[in-house]
């Protein structure tokens, strides 16, 4: 059964650790690709809905090794009940997300200038 993951994020100093914010979401989402997401996406700024096959057991250790440094995040598992259906509700801004998914196929792993461990 597949899992959905909330991810919020904000960067602490994006002038400092980053050019600037697309630069510091770019980074996050490098970090997300290494974790082997089967679908991302973002309905609103600053937040991800990521899904995977099953419980990544080592996702919030992996993110707070990855991001700690440079964002304040909150990273939750979305619940399920027992019949299956997920407690998770979404007022989507559907352009947001289409142009999210456009810059996701582009989304270029190098020279980000900050290491990224292994998943």
Not at 85 to 108: G, M, Q, T, V, W
Request: glycine share 4%; net charge negative; hydrophobic share 35%.
């Amino acid at each position: 059964m597949s899992r959905k993951y909330h991810l919020s994020y904000d960067a602490i100093d994006v002038e400092t650790d980053f050019k600037n914010y697309d630069e510091a979401k770019r980074y996050i989402l490098c970090v997300l690709g290494n974790t082997g997401y089967s679908s991302i996406n973002s309905y609103c700024e600053s937040t991800f809905i990521i899904e995977y096959d099953d419980i990544q057991s080592k996702l919030f250790d992996y993110l707070q090794i990855n991001l700690t440094e440079y964002f304040y995040y909150s990273v939750s598992l979305v619940a399920v009940t027992t019949s299956g259906s997920e407690f998770i509700d979404h007022n989507i801004n559907p352009l947001l997300n289409l142009k999210f998914k456009l810059a996701l196929k582009k989304l270029s792993y190098d020279n980000l200038g900050k290491e990224i461990t292994p998943y």
